[in-house]
């Protein structure tokens, strides 16, 4: 069985303490003091009171009140009785033991009662420690009568009203203890997820930022390249010269051309590289065909592909994949919709993307056109992707009849022609 949690006055007692509780270490170790300094007190004034009346057993209580001055050094310098709740229970009864003789042979034995209180209750199970404080009562009570002593309320109000006060102490103590628990567990769990927060803010940023490179070398260096190729070849087709290609100017031009081809790839390459994670080990489909696995309370969403699929330039992935989270995160969230479908559908001049929902719907004019407060893309983000790209973005919902999200993307000319 576990021992019960440390209490104000037994946790400075040899038993283990929780590595929390050893946080509050001054007053711990005020409080082990206290109980050290309490007990050799009790016991030197048994002692004292003894010898100073000169009654047949004066020294035989000396001896009594040495003997448990050593037994409890013993326990307390003991590692066994510390890690150990078999050995705690028998230095505890060992103790008690030698308080027992002491309180046969001196009525003043009984005041020692009330350090024992603390630590049956600390080094005991909870009913078994408050089953040892009730015997140490009715002893000290018994014995007191035996001795002959005048009995008046106080004889029995004494003993009982200071194991009353050792266990409400120790019942506050472990009710305080406990509550500390759960506000370090509710600390310990508050900067854990402030942790989590910033690494997905950390990361959040990074994609964006890779995101925007990805379409700043697109929409910059790659077709500028593009154009430089275009006329290039043009220039090489104007030009005359023989059919040897005997002209130093065409060679020159060629070369250039070679150049910029190059580059383009290395751009593209570049490009490819900045992707999304979602993007870089698969196709646009299998990343759309993830997002579908079911989350917790969320709808069962399907994934479906129309048409003959074709590759798309990465800006085009991003962008369709971007805005299939962000509609579908709202699905989840806001639309309390049993079922979704994502759609995406290849024709010979676009492709569309469709997310469809039956949840409860919403005017869209009623939205402002801002950011979501969760920091997720609201609609006019997604429009403002799918305009970049000469795209449009159309919603349409209404209360309680479902929401469709369609963006439609013109497909971008045949390698042959950019080439």
């Known amino acids: 069985m576990e021992s019960p949690a440390p209490s104000p006055v037994p ?11 050893l946080a509050l270490t001054p007053v711990l170790r005020a409080l082990r003091i206290c109980l050290h300094a309490l007990l050799a007190g009790l016991l ?3 002692a004292v009171k003894a010898v100073a009346a000169g009654g047949p057993h004066a020294y035989a209580v000396v001896a009594a009140a040495l003997v448990m001055a050593g037994v409890y050094a013993a326990g307390t310098l003991s590692p066994s009785v510390s ?5 705690a229970a028998v230095w505890l009864a060992v103790l008690g033991a030698s308080w027992l003789v002491l309180l046969a042979l001196s009525p003043d034995g009984l005041w020692a009662a009330f350090p024992l209180y603390f630590l049956q209750l600390h080094l005991l199970p909870m009913r078994w420690g408050l089953t040892a404080v009730a015997v140490t009562a009715t002893a000290a009570i018994t014995s007191f009568v035996l001795h002959g002593q005048p009995v008046t309320p106080g004889t029995f109000i004494g003993p009982l009203l200071g194991g009353a006060v050792a ?21 310990d769990e508050l900067l854990s997820t402030r942790a989590e927060l910033a690494e997905a803010e950390r990361a959040a940023g990074t994609l964006a930022e890779r995101e925007r490179l990805a379409r700043e070398i697109h ?21 005359p010269g023989d059919d040897n290609g005997d002209d130093p100017a065409l060679g020159h031009i060629r070369r250039a051309r070679e150049a910029a ?5 290395e751009a593209r390459r570049f490009v490819r590289a900045l992707s999304p994670p979602d993007l870089e080990h698969g196709s646009l489909a299998g990343a759309l065909e993830r997002l579908c696995t079911p989350a917790p309370g969320g709808p069962a969403v399907q994934f479906g592909i129309s048409g003959t699929p074709v590759e798309l330039p990465t800006p085009y992935e991003v962008a369709l994949l971007r805005i299939a989270q962000s509609a579908l995160a709202n699905t989840v969230r806001h639309a309390k919709a049993d079922r979704a479908e994502i759609t995406l559908s290849f024709m010979e001049t676009s492709v569309s993307l469709d997310i469809v929902d039956d949840g409860i719907g919403f005017d869209p004019c009623s939205l402002r056109r801002t950011k979501t407060a969760d920091g997720g893309f609201g609609l006019p983000a997604m429009r403002s992707r799918a305009r970049s790209l000469g795209g449009t973005l159309s919603v349409e919902s209404a209360p309680g009849q479902g929401t469709a999200v369609a963006i439609t993307l013109p497909l971008p000319l045949p390698a042959g022609a950019s080439s």
């Open 11 to 21: 946790s400075a007692a040899p038993a283990p303490v929780p590595s929390a509780a």
């Open 167 to 187: 266990v409400a102490t120790v019942l506050g103590y472990q009710a305080l203890y406990r509550e500390s628990e759960r506000r370090r567990e509710l600390i």
């Open 83 to 87: 890690h150990s709740q078999r050995a």
């Open 261 to 265: 081809q190059d580059n383009l790839a």
């Open 44 to 46: 030197a004034l048994a």
């Open 219 to 239: 929409d910059t260096l790659a077709q500028g390249l593009s154009s430089i190729q275009l006329l290039l070849r043009a220039a090489e087709r104007a030009l």
